[in-house]
Protein backbone atom coordinates (compact mmCIF):
# COMPACT_ATOMS: atom_id res chain seq x y z
CA UNK A 1 0.00 0.00 0.00
CA UNK A 2 2.50 2.29 0.44
CA UNK A 3 4.32 2.74 -2.99
CA UNK A 4 0.54 3.16 -3.98
CA UNK A 5 -0.13 6.09 -1.84
CA UNK A 6 3.30 8.07 -2.77
CA UNK A 7 2.32 7.65 -6.61
CA UNK A 8 -1.51 8.87 -5.71
CA UNK A 9 0.52 11.71 -3.72
CA UNK A 10 3.22 12.73 -6.01
CA UNK A 11 1.46 14.99 -8.28
CA UNK A 12 0.35 17.17 -5.09
CA UNK A 13 3.45 17.14 -4.24
CA UNK A 14 4.97 18.34 -7.59
CA UNK A 15 1.84 20.55 -7.69
CA UNK A 16 2.51 22.23 -4.88
CA UNK A 17 6.34 22.56 -5.25
CA UNK A 18 5.39 24.49 -8.40
CA UNK A 19 3.45 26.21 -6.72
CA UNK A 20 5.73 27.63 -4.35
CA UNK A 21 8.04 28.56 -6.78
CA UNK A 22 5.66 30.56 -8.89
CA UNK A 23 4.51 32.63 -5.19
CA UNK A 24 8.38 32.87 -4.03
CA UNK A 25 7.22 33.35 -0.65
CA UNK A 26 3.85 35.50 -0.92
CA UNK A 27 1.19 34.07 0.51
CA UNK A 28 -1.72 33.07 -2.45
CA UNK A 29 -4.84 34.06 -2.26
CA UNK A 30 -8.07 32.52 -0.96
CA UNK A 31 -9.12 32.44 -4.26
CA UNK A 32 -6.30 31.43 -5.99
CA UNK A 33 -6.29 28.56 -3.20
CA UNK A 34 -9.81 27.91 -4.06
CA UNK A 35 -9.38 27.55 -7.85
CA UNK A 36 -6.05 25.43 -7.47
CA UNK A 37 -8.06 22.97 -5.14
CA UNK A 38 -10.89 22.94 -7.22
CA UNK A 39 -8.73 21.91 -10.37
CA UNK A 40 -6.44 19.70 -8.24
CA UNK A 41 -10.17 17.62 -7.10
CA UNK A 42 -11.65 17.48 -10.39
CA UNK A 43 -8.29 15.46 -11.84
CA UNK A 44 -8.66 13.59 -9.10
CA UNK A 45 -12.30 12.69 -10.01
CA UNK A 46 -12.01 12.00 -13.17
CA UNK A 47 -9.05 9.90 -13.02
CA UNK A 48 -10.78 8.15 -10.18
CA UNK A 49 -13.89 7.48 -11.59
CA UNK A 50 -12.33 6.60 -15.56
CA UNK A 51 -10.48 3.69 -14.18
CA UNK A 52 -13.62 2.99 -11.46
CA UNK A 53 -15.55 2.88 -14.80
CA UNK A 54 -12.90 0.79 -16.40
CA UNK A 55 -12.88 -1.64 -13.89
CA UNK A 56 -16.35 -2.17 -13.32
CA UNK A 57 -16.85 -2.93 -17.08
CA UNK A 58 -13.96 -5.00 -17.19
CA UNK A 59 -14.51 -7.03 -14.13
CA UNK A 60 -18.56 -7.12 -14.70
CA UNK A 61 -18.53 -6.50 -10.64
CA UNK A 62 -21.96 -6.81 -9.25
CA UNK A 63 -24.05 -3.77 -10.21
CA UNK A 64 -26.26 -4.20 -6.60
CA UNK A 65 -23.21 -4.05 -4.76
CA UNK A 66 -24.13 -0.80 -2.64
CA UNK A 67 -20.66 0.36 -1.74
CA UNK A 68 -20.20 1.00 -5.50
CA UNK A 69 -23.44 2.69 -6.01
CA UNK A 70 -23.24 4.97 -3.11
CA UNK A 71 -19.63 5.55 -4.25
CA UNK A 72 -20.45 7.09 -7.59
CA UNK A 73 -23.43 8.73 -6.36
CA UNK A 74 -20.68 10.66 -4.13
CA UNK A 75 -18.88 11.55 -7.21
CA UNK A 76 -21.68 12.91 -9.43
CA UNK A 77 -22.71 15.39 -6.49
CA UNK A 78 -18.64 15.88 -6.72
CA UNK A 79 -19.33 16.50 -10.21
CA UNK A 80 -22.13 18.93 -10.61
CA UNK A 81 -20.40 21.45 -7.91
CA UNK A 82 -16.97 21.27 -9.77
CA UNK A 83 -18.68 21.40 -13.35
CA UNK A 84 -20.50 24.79 -11.81
CA UNK A 85 -17.54 26.29 -10.23
CA UNK A 86 -15.35 25.72 -13.46
CA UNK A 87 -16.34 29.15 -14.73
CA UNK A 88 -15.11 30.98 -11.83
CA UNK A 89 -11.39 28.66 -12.26
CA UNK A 90 -11.23 29.57 -16.33
CA UNK A 91 -11.93 33.32 -15.03
CA UNK A 92 -9.52 33.53 -13.04
CA UNK A 93 -6.94 31.41 -14.71
CA UNK A 94 -7.77 33.72 -17.76
CA UNK A 95 -7.08 36.85 -15.33
CA UNK A 96 -3.52 35.52 -14.71
CA UNK A 97 -2.50 35.17 -18.70
CA UNK A 98 -1.10 38.22 -20.35
CA UNK A 99 -3.78 40.57 -21.89
CA UNK A 100 -2.68 39.80 -25.74
CA UNK A 101 -2.93 35.97 -25.02
CA UNK A 102 -6.18 36.11 -23.60
CA UNK A 103 -8.87 34.46 -25.46
CA UNK A 104 -11.82 36.68 -27.28
CA UNK A 105 -14.56 35.41 -27.01
CA UNK A 106 -16.35 32.54 -25.08
CA UNK A 107 -14.40 30.30 -27.14
CA UNK A 108 -15.04 26.80 -27.74
CA UNK A 109 -16.07 25.79 -24.30
CA UNK A 110 -19.27 26.22 -23.47
CA UNK A 111 -20.92 25.05 -20.85
CA UNK A 112 -22.44 22.13 -22.70
CA UNK A 113 -19.23 21.13 -24.74
CA UNK A 114 -17.66 21.04 -21.35
CA UNK A 115 -20.35 18.82 -20.21
CA UNK A 116 -20.28 16.41 -23.52
CA UNK A 117 -16.05 15.95 -23.36
CA UNK A 118 -15.96 14.65 -19.88
CA UNK A 119 -19.07 12.62 -20.41
CA UNK A 120 -17.39 11.17 -23.50
CA UNK A 121 -13.83 10.55 -21.71
CA UNK A 122 -15.82 8.67 -19.18
CA UNK A 123 -17.96 6.39 -22.01
CA UNK A 124 -14.40 5.71 -23.83
CA UNK A 125 -13.23 4.47 -20.45
CA UNK A 126 -16.27 2.23 -19.69
CA UNK A 127 -16.28 1.21 -22.81
CA UNK A 128 -12.37 0.29 -22.95
CA UNK A 129 -13.14 -1.56 -19.81
CA UNK A 130 -16.05 -3.52 -21.38
CA UNK A 131 -14.33 -4.44 -24.51
CA UNK A 132 -11.24 -5.66 -22.76
CA UNK A 133 -13.18 -7.67 -19.94
CA UNK A 134 -14.65 -9.51 -22.74
CA UNK A 135 -12.10 -10.10 -24.19
CA UNK A 136 -9.73 -13.61 -24.35
CA UNK A 137 -6.07 -13.77 -24.63
CA UNK A 138 -5.20 -16.03 -27.70
CA UNK A 139 -7.76 -19.19 -27.62
CA UNK A 140 -10.93 -18.50 -25.89
CA UNK A 141 -10.81 -20.94 -23.27
CA UNK A 142 -13.22 -23.69 -22.41
CA UNK A 143 -17.03 -22.88 -23.39
CA UNK A 144 -19.65 -23.23 -25.58
CA UNK A 145 -17.77 -22.29 -28.51
CA UNK A 146 -14.68 -23.65 -27.67
CA UNK A 147 -15.21 -27.24 -29.18
CA UNK A 148 -14.35 -30.37 -27.54
CA UNK A 149 -11.14 -30.59 -25.51
CA UNK A 150 -9.83 -33.80 -23.35
CA UNK A 151 -10.47 -33.06 -19.41
CA UNK A 152 -6.48 -31.99 -18.85
CA UNK A 153 -6.68 -29.31 -21.81
CA UNK A 154 -9.91 -27.66 -20.27
CA UNK A 155 -8.33 -27.68 -16.81
CA UNK A 156 -5.18 -26.02 -18.17
CA UNK A 157 -6.99 -23.55 -19.98
CA UNK A 158 -9.26 -22.60 -16.55
CA UNK A 159 -6.41 -22.43 -14.81
CA UNK A 160 -5.00 -19.42 -17.09
CA UNK A 161 -8.37 -18.00 -17.47
CA UNK A 162 -9.06 -18.02 -14.27
CA UNK A 163 -5.45 -16.39 -12.98
CA UNK A 164 -5.40 -13.11 -11.45
CA UNK A 165 -2.77 -10.48 -12.72
CA UNK A 166 -2.23 -6.91 -13.11
CA UNK A 167 -2.87 -7.46 -16.53
CA UNK A 168 -5.42 -9.88 -16.32
CA UNK A 169 -8.03 -7.44 -17.39
CA UNK A 170 -6.21 -7.18 -20.79
CA UNK A 171 -6.99 -11.26 -20.86
CA UNK A 172 -10.24 -13.08 -19.86
CA UNK A 173 -11.66 -16.13 -20.57
CA UNK A 174 -15.35 -15.10 -22.79
CA UNK A 175 -17.77 -13.40 -19.73
CA UNK A 176 -20.44 -14.98 -18.11
CA UNK A 177 -23.79 -13.45 -17.24
CA UNK A 178 -24.49 -14.67 -13.64
CA UNK A 179 -27.22 -12.81 -12.54
CA UNK A 180 -27.68 -11.35 -9.38
CA UNK A 181 -27.51 -12.33 -6.17
CA UNK A 182 -29.05 -16.28 -5.40
CA UNK A 183 -30.89 -17.23 -2.15
CA UNK A 184 -28.20 -18.45 0.13
CA UNK A 185 -30.10 -21.39 1.36
CA UNK A 186 -32.30 -24.03 -0.07
CA UNK A 187 -35.37 -24.97 1.18
CA UNK A 188 -37.81 -28.26 0.72
CA UNK A 189 -40.93 -26.60 3.16
CA UNK A 190 -43.42 -28.71 1.21
CA UNK A 191 -41.52 -31.80 2.64
CA UNK A 192 -41.44 -33.93 5.70
CA UNK A 193 -39.41 -32.06 8.48
CA UNK A 194 -37.10 -33.46 10.91
CA UNK A 195 -35.69 -31.10 14.07
CA UNK A 196 -32.43 -31.77 15.34
CA UNK A 197 -30.18 -30.52 17.87
CA UNK A 198 -26.79 -28.69 17.46
CA UNK A 199 -23.89 -28.98 18.96
CA UNK A 200 -22.40 -27.97 22.46
CA UNK A 201 -18.75 -28.04 23.91
CA UNK A 202 -17.67 -31.11 25.84
CA UNK A 203 -16.52 -30.47 29.53
CA UNK A 204 -14.66 -33.60 29.42
CA UNK A 205 -11.65 -32.25 27.63
CA UNK A 206 -11.64 -35.72 25.88
CA UNK A 207 -12.32 -34.90 22.58
CA UNK A 208 -9.69 -31.94 21.96
CA UNK A 209 -9.00 -30.64 18.88
CA UNK A 210 -5.26 -32.73 18.99
CA UNK A 211 -6.87 -35.52 19.52
CA UNK A 212 -9.92 -35.37 16.74
CA UNK A 213 -7.06 -34.53 14.08
CA UNK A 214 -5.55 -38.32 14.69
CA UNK A 215 -8.80 -40.82 15.53
CA UNK A 216 -12.38 -41.28 16.14
CA UNK A 217 -13.47 -40.33 20.01
CA UNK A 218 -13.68 -43.89 21.37
CA UNK A 219 -17.03 -45.83 23.22
CA UNK A 220 -19.30 -45.86 19.85
CA UNK A 221 -17.07 -48.19 17.64
CA UNK A 222 -19.65 -49.81 15.20
CA UNK A 223 -22.35 -48.63 16.98
CA UNK A 224 -24.81 -46.49 14.31
CA UNK A 225 -25.15 -42.67 14.70
CA UNK A 226 -28.15 -41.33 16.67
CA UNK A 227 -30.15 -38.51 15.62
CA UNK A 228 -28.32 -36.22 18.46
CA UNK A 229 -25.01 -37.34 16.96
CA UNK A 230 -26.01 -36.38 13.42
CA UNK A 231 -27.69 -32.94 14.55
CA UNK A 232 -23.94 -32.44 15.93
CA UNK A 233 -22.00 -33.84 13.12
CA UNK A 234 -23.53 -31.50 10.51
CA UNK A 235 -23.62 -28.65 12.75
CA UNK A 236 -19.88 -29.11 13.17
CA UNK A 237 -19.87 -29.34 9.56
CA UNK A 238 -22.09 -26.69 7.78
CA UNK A 239 -24.30 -25.20 10.09
CA UNK A 240 -24.68 -21.59 11.57
CA UNK A 241 -22.40 -20.40 14.39
CA UNK A 242 -23.26 -16.87 14.24
CA UNK A 243 -25.31 -13.79 12.22
CA UNK A 244 -23.79 -10.65 11.92
CA UNK A 245 -24.69 -7.63 10.22
CA UNK A 246 -27.38 -9.60 8.01
CA UNK A 247 -24.80 -13.03 7.46
CA UNK A 248 -25.43 -16.25 8.69
CA UNK A 249 -22.04 -17.32 9.03
CA UNK A 250 -21.04 -21.06 9.11
CA UNK A 251 -18.97 -23.54 10.78
CA UNK A 252 -16.35 -23.77 7.58
CA UNK A 253 -15.13 -20.18 5.87
CA UNK A 254 -16.05 -19.12 2.76
CA UNK A 255 -14.98 -16.97 0.48
CA UNK A 256 -16.77 -13.45 0.62
CA UNK A 257 -19.35 -15.00 3.12
CA UNK A 258 -21.39 -16.59 0.01
CA UNK A 259 -21.16 -20.12 1.50
CA UNK A 260 -22.16 -22.26 -2.08
CA UNK A 261 -22.21 -25.75 -0.10
CA UNK A 262 -25.45 -27.71 -0.13
CA UNK A 263 -25.19 -31.00 1.80
CA UNK A 264 -27.83 -33.96 0.87
CA UNK A 265 -27.53 -37.14 3.11
CA UNK A 266 -27.84 -40.99 1.97
CA UNK A 267 -29.02 -42.63 5.10
CA UNK A 268 -29.13 -46.27 5.67
CA UNK A 269 -28.22 -46.67 9.29
CA UNK A 270 -28.90 -43.93 11.66
CA UNK A 271 -31.04 -44.60 15.23
CA UNK A 272 -34.06 -42.31 15.14
CA UNK A 273 -34.21 -41.90 11.54
CA UNK A 274 -36.11 -43.79 8.56
CA UNK A 275 -33.27 -44.72 5.85
CA UNK A 276 -33.97 -42.07 3.14
CA UNK A 277 -32.26 -39.37 1.36
CA UNK A 278 -32.38 -36.12 3.26
CA UNK A 279 -31.63 -32.52 2.62
CA UNK A 280 -29.88 -30.38 5.11
CA UNK A 281 -31.57 -27.07 5.91
CA UNK A 282 -28.50 -24.94 7.80
CA UNK A 283 -30.90 -22.08 8.36
CA UNK A 284 -33.12 -24.03 10.27
CA UNK A 285 -31.28 -26.52 11.08
CA UNK A 286 -33.80 -29.07 10.09
CA UNK A 287 -33.67 -32.37 7.78
CA UNK A 288 -36.36 -32.55 4.49
CA UNK A 289 -37.03 -36.18 3.74
CA UNK A 290 -36.62 -35.99 0.08
CA UNK A 291 -37.57 -39.61 -0.66
CA UNK A 292 -36.66 -43.26 -0.30
CA UNK A 293 -33.48 -45.06 -0.17
CA UNK A 294 -32.76 -45.92 -3.45
CA UNK A 295 -32.36 -50.17 -3.98
CA UNK A 296 -28.76 -49.74 -5.29
CA UNK A 297 -27.82 -49.04 -1.45
CA UNK A 298 -27.48 -52.01 -0.13
CA UNK A 299 -25.54 -53.74 2.85
CA UNK A 300 -22.41 -52.46 1.30
CA UNK A 301 -23.32 -48.41 1.29
CA UNK A 302 -21.91 -46.95 4.54
CA UNK A 303 -24.61 -46.13 7.16
CA UNK A 304 -24.19 -42.37 6.24
CA UNK A 305 -23.31 -40.88 2.91
CA UNK A 306 -22.74 -37.00 3.26
CA UNK A 307 -22.77 -35.59 -0.26
CA UNK A 308 -21.56 -32.19 -0.26
CA UNK A 309 -23.13 -30.43 -3.58
CA UNK A 310 -22.28 -26.53 -4.54
CA UNK A 311 -24.51 -23.81 -5.67
CA UNK A 312 -21.87 -22.35 -8.37
CA UNK A 313 -23.81 -19.45 -9.03
CA UNK A 314 -23.55 -18.09 -5.17
CA UNK A 315 -19.90 -18.00 -5.57
CA UNK A 316 -20.25 -16.72 -9.31
CA UNK A 317 -22.25 -13.63 -9.16
CA UNK A 318 -19.26 -11.83 -7.49
CA UNK A 319 -16.27 -13.75 -8.41
CA UNK A 320 -16.53 -14.96 -11.91
CA UNK A 321 -14.32 -16.92 -13.36
CA UNK A 322 -12.27 -17.61 -10.27
CA UNK A 323 -15.65 -19.29 -8.83
CA UNK A 324 -14.30 -22.92 -9.04
CA UNK A 325 -11.33 -22.31 -7.19
CA UNK A 326 -13.02 -20.45 -4.54
CA UNK A 327 -15.59 -23.10 -4.00
CA UNK A 328 -13.78 -26.39 -4.31
CA UNK A 329 -11.15 -24.88 -1.54
CA UNK A 330 -14.44 -23.65 0.83
CA UNK A 331 -15.47 -27.34 0.37
CA UNK A 332 -12.17 -28.08 1.45
CA UNK A 333 -12.63 -26.56 4.79
CA UNK A 334 -15.85 -28.05 5.29
CA UNK A 335 -15.06 -31.76 4.35
CA UNK A 336 -11.92 -31.16 7.31
CA UNK A 337 -14.82 -30.14 9.56
CA UNK A 338 -16.94 -33.39 8.74
CA UNK A 339 -14.27 -35.38 9.28
CA UNK A 340 -13.44 -34.07 12.63
CA UNK A 341 -17.05 -33.47 13.51
CA UNK A 342 -17.59 -37.37 12.25
CA UNK A 343 -14.53 -38.58 14.83
CA UNK A 344 -16.31 -35.97 17.28
CA UNK A 345 -19.47 -38.11 17.75
CA UNK A 346 -17.12 -41.42 17.69
CA UNK A 347 -17.93 -42.70 14.16
CA UNK A 348 -15.16 -43.35 11.07
CA UNK A 349 -15.39 -40.91 8.24
CA UNK A 350 -13.97 -41.47 5.21
CA UNK A 351 -12.84 -38.92 1.76
CA UNK A 352 -13.77 -41.24 -1.50
CA UNK A 353 -12.03 -39.71 -4.15
CA UNK A 354 -14.55 -41.92 -7.28
CA UNK A 355 -17.85 -41.06 -7.10
CA UNK A 356 -20.29 -40.67 -10.02
CA UNK A 357 -21.31 -37.12 -9.39
CA UNK A 358 -23.93 -37.23 -12.01
CA UNK A 359 -25.61 -40.42 -10.48
CA UNK A 360 -25.97 -38.66 -7.01
CA UNK A 361 -27.17 -35.28 -8.96
CA UNK A 362 -29.60 -37.67 -10.70
CA UNK A 363 -30.18 -39.54 -6.88
CA UNK A 364 -30.97 -36.09 -4.88
CA UNK A 365 -32.90 -34.14 -8.23
CA UNK A 366 -30.09 -31.64 -8.87
CA UNK A 367 -29.32 -30.99 -12.45
CA UNK A 368 -25.26 -31.58 -11.55
CA UNK A 369 -24.22 -28.33 -13.44
CA UNK A 370 -26.24 -24.84 -11.67
CA UNK A 371 -25.54 -27.17 -8.43
CA UNK A 372 -22.96 -29.42 -8.99
CA UNK A 373 -21.62 -32.39 -6.65
CA UNK A 374 -18.27 -31.52 -5.58
CA UNK A 375 -17.06 -34.55 -2.71
CA UNK A 376 -18.68 -37.38 -0.48
CA UNK A 377 -17.83 -38.16 3.34
CA UNK A 378 -18.17 -41.70 3.84
CA UNK A 379 -19.57 -42.08 7.98
CA UNK A 380 -18.97 -45.82 9.27
CA UNK A 381 -18.43 -47.09 5.61
CA UNK A 382 -17.04 -46.53 2.25
CA UNK A 383 -19.08 -44.80 -0.90
CA UNK A 384 -20.74 -46.71 -3.02
CA UNK A 385 -24.96 -47.63 -3.93
CA UNK A 386 -24.90 -44.09 -5.63
CA UNK A 387 -25.79 -45.68 -8.91
CA UNK A 388 -29.35 -45.38 -9.64
CA UNK A 389 -31.92 -42.48 -9.66
CA UNK A 390 -34.58 -42.01 -6.72
CA UNK A 391 -35.54 -38.12 -7.52
CA UNK A 392 -36.69 -36.59 -10.50
CA UNK A 393 -33.67 -34.80 -12.00
CA UNK A 394 -34.00 -30.69 -11.50
CA UNK A 395 -34.99 -28.75 -15.11
CA UNK A 396 -31.53 -27.63 -16.21
CA UNK A 397 -30.96 -23.65 -15.92
CA UNK A 398 -31.11 -21.37 -18.92
CA UNK A 399 -27.62 -20.10 -17.02
CA UNK A 400 -24.45 -21.03 -19.16
CA UNK A 401 -21.82 -21.34 -16.16
CA UNK A 402 -18.92 -20.74 -19.11
CA UNK A 403 -15.46 -22.12 -17.79
CA UNK A 404 -16.56 -22.88 -14.51
CA UNK A 405 -18.93 -25.62 -15.88
CA UNK A 406 -16.21 -26.66 -17.97
CA UNK A 407 -13.77 -26.90 -15.69
CA UNK A 408 -16.45 -29.40 -13.30
CA UNK A 409 -17.60 -30.94 -16.03
CA UNK A 410 -14.06 -32.04 -16.88
CA UNK A 411 -12.77 -32.98 -13.38
CA UNK A 412 -15.99 -35.58 -13.08
CA UNK A 413 -15.58 -38.89 -13.03
CA UNK A 414 -14.78 -40.56 -16.20
CA UNK A 415 -12.77 -43.58 -17.16
CA UNK A 416 -9.26 -42.75 -16.06
CA UNK A 417 -6.45 -44.94 -14.00
CA UNK A 418 -6.91 -45.27 -10.61
CA UNK A 419 -6.71 -42.36 -8.75
CA UNK A 420 -4.48 -42.24 -5.46
CA UNK A 421 -3.12 -39.06 -2.77
CA UNK A 422 0.00 -39.99 -3.22
CA UNK A 423 3.12 -38.41 -1.52
CA UNK A 424 4.02 -34.98 -1.17
CA UNK A 425 6.74 -34.19 -3.79
CA UNK A 426 10.44 -33.71 -2.60
CA UNK A 427 12.09 -30.26 -1.72
CA UNK A 428 15.15 -29.00 -3.11
CA UNK A 429 18.19 -28.64 -0.54
CA UNK A 430 18.15 -25.80 1.28
CA UNK A 431 19.10 -25.01 4.90
CA UNK A 432 17.33 -26.26 7.48
CA UNK A 433 15.59 -25.33 10.59
CA UNK A 434 14.57 -27.46 13.48
CA UNK A 435 11.41 -27.08 15.26
CA UNK A 436 10.41 -28.33 18.31
CA UNK A 437 7.72 -30.99 18.78
CA UNK A 438 4.31 -29.34 18.76
CA UNK A 439 1.95 -29.81 21.74
CA UNK A 440 -1.39 -31.67 20.05
CA UNK A 441 -4.27 -28.72 20.56
CA UNK A 442 -5.94 -29.07 23.53
CA UNK A 443 -9.07 -27.19 23.00
CA UNK A 444 -11.91 -28.96 22.80
CA UNK A 445 -13.42 -29.37 18.97
CA UNK A 446 -16.50 -28.37 19.24
CA UNK A 447 -15.75 -25.21 20.86
CA UNK A 448 -12.67 -24.72 18.81
CA UNK A 449 -14.87 -24.71 15.20
CA UNK A 450 -17.57 -22.68 17.15
CA UNK A 451 -15.38 -19.58 17.42
CA UNK A 452 -13.93 -20.11 14.71
CA UNK A 453 -14.00 -16.40 13.04
CA UNK A 454 -11.70 -15.02 10.30
CA UNK A 455 -9.19 -12.42 11.63
CA UNK A 456 -8.14 -9.56 9.58
CA UNK A 457 -6.27 -7.65 12.09
CA UNK A 458 -2.79 -8.32 14.02
CA UNK A 459 -0.61 -6.57 16.73
CA UNK A 460 3.18 -6.10 15.86
CA UNK A 461 4.21 -8.96 18.22
CA UNK A 462 5.32 -11.91 17.08
CA UNK A 463 4.75 -15.47 17.70
CA UNK A 464 6.12 -18.11 19.71
CA UNK A 465 8.06 -20.48 18.05
CA UNK A 466 6.30 -23.88 19.77
CA UNK A 467 3.17 -22.44 18.29
CA UNK A 468 3.98 -22.21 14.83
CA UNK A 469 5.74 -25.61 15.42
CA UNK A 470 2.64 -27.69 16.34
CA UNK A 471 0.15 -25.78 14.22
CA UNK A 472 2.40 -27.31 11.30
CA UNK A 473 2.28 -30.51 12.71
CA UNK A 474 -1.56 -30.51 12.76
CA UNK A 475 -1.76 -29.12 9.55
CA UNK A 476 0.62 -31.38 7.29
CA UNK A 477 -1.24 -34.95 7.56
CA UNK A 478 -0.97 -37.89 5.20
CA UNK A 479 -2.27 -36.79 2.30
CA UNK A 480 -6.62 -37.60 1.79
CA UNK A 481 -7.06 -36.12 -1.61
CA UNK A 482 -4.27 -35.24 -3.30
CA UNK A 483 -0.19 -35.63 -2.18
CA UNK A 484 0.96 -32.71 -4.52
CA UNK A 485 0.65 -30.17 -2.46
CA UNK A 486 3.41 -28.34 -0.57
CA UNK A 487 3.08 -25.52 2.15
CA UNK A 488 5.45 -22.40 2.34
CA UNK A 489 5.61 -19.70 4.31
CA UNK A 490 6.29 -16.34 4.59
CA UNK A 491 7.87 -15.28 7.98
CA UNK A 492 7.82 -11.65 9.50
CA UNK A 493 7.48 -11.90 12.95
CA UNK A 494 8.51 -15.40 14.80
CA UNK A 495 10.86 -15.45 18.04
CA UNK A 496 14.05 -17.49 17.20
CA UNK A 497 13.71 -17.22 12.87
CA UNK A 498 15.21 -14.84 10.65
CA UNK A 499 12.60 -12.98 8.54
CA UNK A 500 12.56 -14.36 5.02
CA UNK A 501 10.65 -17.80 2.60
CA UNK A 502 10.50 -20.85 4.14
CA UNK A 503 9.37 -24.14 3.14
CA UNK A 504 7.88 -27.04 5.72
CA UNK A 505 9.20 -30.07 5.21
CA UNK A 506 6.63 -32.37 7.06
CA UNK A 507 8.46 -35.41 7.08
CA UNK A 508 11.47 -33.92 9.11
CA UNK A 509 9.40 -31.40 10.77
CA UNK A 510 11.76 -28.84 10.06
CA UNK A 511 11.41 -25.40 7.74
CA UNK A 512 13.88 -25.21 4.79
CA UNK A 513 15.54 -21.82 4.06
CA UNK A 514 13.64 -20.66 0.78
CA UNK A 515 14.98 -16.91 0.74
CA UNK A 516 15.98 -14.46 3.86
CA UNK A 517 14.64 -11.21 4.30
CA UNK A 518 11.58 -9.10 4.64
CA UNK A 519 9.10 -10.58 2.71
CA UNK A 520 5.98 -8.50 3.92
CA UNK A 521 5.29 -5.92 1.53
CA UNK A 522 6.24 -8.30 -1.48
CA UNK A 523 3.38 -10.67 -0.51
CA UNK A 524 0.97 -7.91 0.44
CA UNK A 525 1.26 -6.87 -2.81
CA UNK A 526 0.37 -10.58 -4.44
CA UNK A 527 -2.44 -10.63 -2.64
CA UNK A 528 -3.80 -7.36 -4.11
CA UNK A 529 -2.83 -5.42 -1.16
CA UNK A 530 -4.92 -6.97 1.54
CA UNK A 531 -3.65 -5.68 4.90
CA UNK A 532 -4.78 -8.78 6.22
CA UNK A 533 -1.87 -10.50 4.60
CA UNK A 534 0.67 -7.73 4.72
CA UNK A 535 0.24 -7.71 8.70
CA UNK A 536 0.17 -10.78 9.59
CA UNK A 537 2.87 -12.50 11.51
CA UNK A 538 2.95 -15.37 8.96
CA UNK A 539 1.68 -16.32 5.97
CA UNK A 540 0.82 -19.73 4.85
CA UNK A 541 1.01 -20.38 0.92
CA UNK A 542 -0.18 -23.93 -0.36
CA UNK A 543 1.21 -25.11 -3.66
CA UNK A 544 0.75 -27.78 -5.54
CA UNK A 545 2.46 -29.87 -8.35
CA UNK A 546 0.24 -29.41 -11.79
CA UNK A 547 2.41 -32.72 -13.11
CA UNK A 548 1.95 -34.46 -9.89
CA UNK A 549 -2.04 -33.24 -9.50
CA UNK A 550 -3.02 -34.28 -13.06
CA UNK A 551 -0.96 -37.55 -13.26
CA UNK A 552 -4.20 -39.48 -13.51
CA UNK A 553 -6.19 -36.77 -15.18
CA UNK A 554 -8.25 -33.68 -14.80
CA UNK A 555 -10.18 -34.79 -11.60
CA UNK A 556 -6.85 -34.30 -9.61
CA UNK A 557 -7.44 -30.45 -9.92
CA UNK A 558 -10.45 -30.25 -8.11
CA UNK A 559 -8.63 -33.18 -5.13
CA UNK A 560 -5.65 -30.58 -5.14
CA UNK A 561 -8.14 -27.28 -3.96
CA UNK A 562 -10.10 -29.75 -1.73
CA UNK A 563 -6.71 -30.92 -0.14
CA UNK A 564 -5.84 -27.01 0.05
CA UNK A 565 -9.38 -26.26 1.71
CA UNK A 566 -8.44 -29.32 3.86
CA UNK A 567 -5.21 -28.00 5.31
CA UNK A 568 -6.42 -24.46 5.32
CA UNK A 569 -9.04 -25.58 8.10
CA UNK A 570 -6.50 -27.18 9.60
CA UNK A 571 -5.06 -24.34 9.88
CA UNK A 572 -7.62 -22.08 10.82
CA UNK A 573 -8.86 -24.26 14.01
CA UNK A 574 -5.30 -24.70 15.18
CA UNK A 575 -5.09 -21.00 15.48
CA UNK A 576 -8.16 -20.65 17.39
CA UNK A 577 -6.89 -23.66 19.85
CA UNK A 578 -4.19 -21.51 20.67
CA UNK A 579 -5.50 -17.91 21.23
CA UNK A 580 -4.50 -16.76 18.01
CA UNK A 581 -6.11 -14.85 14.83
CA UNK A 582 -6.02 -16.67 10.91
CA UNK A 583 -7.82 -15.82 7.62
CA UNK A 584 -7.96 -17.68 4.80
CA UNK A 585 -7.41 -15.70 1.62
CA UNK A 586 -8.40 -16.92 -1.99
CA UNK A 587 -7.48 -13.47 -4.09
CA UNK A 588 -4.13 -13.10 -4.90
CA UNK A 589 -2.22 -12.19 -8.39
CA UNK A 590 -0.56 -15.78 -9.39
CA UNK A 591 2.51 -15.49 -10.74
CA UNK A 592 3.17 -12.92 -7.97
CA UNK A 593 2.66 -15.47 -5.39
CA UNK A 594 4.63 -17.65 -7.45
CA UNK A 595 7.38 -15.26 -7.52
CA UNK A 596 7.22 -15.18 -3.75
CA UNK A 597 7.67 -18.78 -2.75
CA UNK A 598 10.15 -19.04 -5.53
CA UNK A 599 8.06 -21.89 -7.11
CA UNK A 600 9.08 -23.47 -10.30
CA UNK A 601 7.24 -23.26 -13.88
CA UNK A 602 4.45 -25.75 -13.41
CA UNK A 603 3.81 -25.40 -9.81
CA UNK A 604 0.32 -23.74 -8.61
CA UNK A 605 0.30 -21.77 -5.74
CA UNK A 606 -3.75 -22.38 -4.42
CA UNK A 607 -4.74 -20.92 -1.39
CA UNK A 608 -2.96 -17.97 1.07
CA UNK A 609 -3.63 -18.04 4.67
CA UNK A 610 -2.72 -15.31 7.54
CA UNK A 611 -1.60 -15.61 11.27
CA UNK A 612 -0.95 -13.81 13.76
CA UNK A 613 -1.87 -12.48 17.65
CA UNK A 614 -5.56 -10.79 17.19
CA UNK A 615 -5.23 -7.45 17.47
CA UNK A 616 -8.08 -5.70 20.12
CA UNK A 617 -11.15 -4.23 18.45
Known amino acids: MGPKILWVLLPLAVYAALLALAWRGKAPS ?33 VFDWHYLFGYATLLLLSLHLFFNLPTALRWLRQRRPAAAAPQGPGPWRPSARLAAVAGALALAFALGAHWGGRGAGPAGPGPAAGPLDGVQTVLQYHAASSSSRSAVFGHAPPVDWGSQPAPFKSYPALPQIALPRAAPAIDGARSLGAMLRAPAAARGQAPLDLAALGQLLHLTAGITARRGGLALRAAPSSGALFPAELYLQVRRVDGLQPGLYHFNADAHRLARLGDLPASAGQEAPDLLLVVGAVFQRTGYKYRNRAYRYVAADLGHLLENARLAAHYVGAHAALPLLFDEMALARMFGLDGRQEGVIAVVAVNGQAGGAASSAAPSAAASALDLGVTGAVHEATSLAPQPALQPGARPPADAGAIVALPPGAPAAMDLARAILERRSQRRFTTQPLPLPALAAMLQDMAQAPLLSGALQADLVVNRVEGIRPGIYRYLPARHALQTVALGDFAAQARNAALDQDVIGDAAVVLLLSADSGQALRHGARGYRMAFLEAGLMGERWL ?45
Open 573 to 617: LGAVARGLGACPVGAFYDEEAAQLVKAPAGRWVLHFAALGRTAPD
Open 30 to 62: RLALNVHSSLLLMAYLLTTAGLGLFWVASQQLP
